[in-house]
Nanobody, 125 residues
Framework: QVQLVESGGGLGQAGGSLRLSCAASGRTFSRYGMAWFRQGPGKEREFVAGIRRSGVTTYYADSVKGRFTISRDNAKNTVYLQMNSLKPEDTAVYYC??????????????????WGQGTQVTVSS
């Protein structure tokens, strides 16, 4: 069983930055691919960014490429999402997810085995 706890959400301004963190329980964090998804009001949950278990390879949705950066610290069992140049359309609940295959590349919700409870990000214009 893996527990994921997100933090760092809140209110940001357009053009500003926020950093999300996701802390994982357990001693096998380094085996998991990790990803961030988001779900805006009235929208389906969508892939934002992913990172392989090694941390070397990352994946991004086109809508955030060049603005968001995913990273991980396996010693701290934590994955991060640095969000820069925020836009009002980034407003959503952000979820981290664990992929037991180690990939973190899939944009499909069904491919992920564990989910956090989500953290709200609101971007004002």
């Amino acid at each position: 069983q893996v527990q994921l706890v997100e933090s760092g959400g809140g209110l940001g301004q357009a053009g500003g930055s926020l950093r999300l963190s996701c802390a994982a329980s357990g001693r096998t964090f380094s085996r998991y691919g990790m990803a961030w998804f988001r779900q805006g009001p009235g929208k389906e949950r969508e892939f934002v960014a992913g990172i392989r278990r090694s941390g070397v390879t990352t994946y991004y949705a086109d809508s955030v490429k060049g603005r968001f950066t995913i990273s991980r610290d396996n010693a701290k069992n934590t994955v991060y999402l640095q969000m820069n140049s925020l836009k009002p359309e980034d407003t959503a609940v952000y979820y981290c997810a664990a992929d037991l295959t180690g990939s973190g590349s899939s944009p499909r919700v069904i491919e992920y085995d564990y989910w956090g409870q989500g953290t709200q990000v609101t971007v004002s214009s």
